[in-house]
């Protein structure tokens, strides 16, 4: 059995569980792996956040498939997901990151001009 998987920039999901470290493929167990470059600043509430969105995305896929196509399709929506963390404030970007590349759009500057504005 192979792993299915899907990789964006920020969510990694595969079609396996995590055993000592391993990937070990399970067509019946999906991982997901959030920022694995550490891109953005989390707190616990905001990858909870993640999470969630995650499993409503699952619960409403259930019955089909685990493709690649549909594990895309979940990556995908939890990428635009992010992206309103972001632009909400409740995740920044993480400026001692090893790459900076502002993927989702400049950081905010809060000035009086830009005071709640997204930038």
């Given at each position: ?19 000592n470290n ?21 707190s616990e509430e905001s ?73």
């Amino acid at each position: 059995m192979m792993i299915e998987k899907s990789t964006t920039r920020h969510i990694r999901i595969y079609t396996a569980e995590v055993i000592n470290n391993e990937l070990v493929p399970n067509d019946k167990v999906l991982t997901l792996d959030v920022d694995p470059d550490n891109e953005f600043n989390w707190s616990e509430e905001s990858l909870q956040k993640v999470y969630r969105k995650f499993d409503e995305l699952v619960e409403n896929s259930s019955g089909q498939e685990l493709t690649e196509y549909n594990l895309r399709r979940i990556g995908s929506d939890l990428e635009h997901f992010i992206r309103s963390l972001l632009q909400k404030g409740e995740i920044s970007y993480n400026l001692g990151a090893r790459v900076r590349n502002y993927s989702m759009g400049l950081p905010r500057v809060e000035s009086t001009e830009t005071e709640g504005k997204y930038i």
